[in-house]
């Protein structure tokens, strides 16, 4: 069965700081990765997606994830947090074939202060 | 512009009552998904459905019923037999190779 575990239950970042955010996931066979970010009162957006290729993965605002093989392991980056990035981080695995889904960790929640 | 549409946004129903949500997609995926959100617990699988009129239960299907007789429609029930309804619902589409697209949730109050 797949599990994704995120480390870092809640995380307090001054401005300007680097973030990293763990994400470890347990799946026996090909995986496409995912980080979503919630921010307050909104619904859930995609910031990144692994599914093959060059492990590091730029996605939206600032933020990147790096897929190591050897780890299972997806972690999120953002080299200087800014206020506005306060919000509940995701991590996510799941295969790639027709019958797959979505497996969640339960997620970090990101306090960035000024 | 293509998505998906849950309805309504916020629900309230009394104690013992059963209540379906909604969950519409025009973007012609194939598979859908119902996620239960709960704070400290992330997003918990209820149930999916790969093709119409199939479906499996997800990690937490206890008390919840779905049908998918429309490629475009997947509501999920939520029963008197569920024992703590109160939660915020997702619901989600894919297609392979792409990705997942997610609803803007229903929130479910029961009182």
């Known amino acids: 069965a797949q599990s994704v575990s995120q480390h870092n239950h809640h995380v307090i970042l001054s401005e300007a700081a680097s973030l990293e955010l763990g994400c470890n996931y347990s799946y026996g066979g090909t995986v496409n990765l995912f980080w979503y970010v919630q921010y307050p009162g909104q619904h859930l957006q995609l910031l990144l997606k692994?599914?093959?290729?060059?492990?590091l993965v730029k996605g939206i605002k600032g933020f990147e994830a790096e897929f190591i093989k050897s780890k299972f392991s997806f972690n999120l980056r953002k080299p200087s947090v800014q206020w506005s990035d306060t919000a509940e981080y995701f991590c996510?695995?799941?295969?790639?074939?027709?019958?797959?889904?979505?497996?969640f960790g339960t997620g970090t929640r990101l306090q960035v202060t000024l | 512009d293509g998505g998906i549409t849950q309805s309504p946004k916020y629900l309230f129903r009394k104690e013992g009552q059963n209540v379906t949500l909604s969950c519409e997609q025009n973007l012609n995926h194939d598979a859908m998904y119902w996620y239960r959100q709960d704070p400290g617990q992330g997003l918990r699988l209820i149930y999916y459905s790969q093709i119409v009129n199939d479906f499996q239960k997800g990690d937490i299907a206890e008390g919840y019923s779905v049908s998918r007789e429309k490629k475009e429609s997947f509501p999920l029930t939520v029963t008197s037999a569920q024992k703590n309804p109160t939660a915020f619902y997702l619901c989600?589409?894919?297609?392979?190779?792409?990705?997942?697209?997610f609803g803007s949730g229903t929130r479910l109050t029961v009182v």
């Open positions: 692994y599914f093959s290729g060059d492990p």
């Open positions: 989600a589409s894919r297609r392979t190779g792409v990705g997942y697209t």
């Open positions: 996510a695995s799941g295969g790639t074939g027709t019958a797959s889904k979505l497996t």
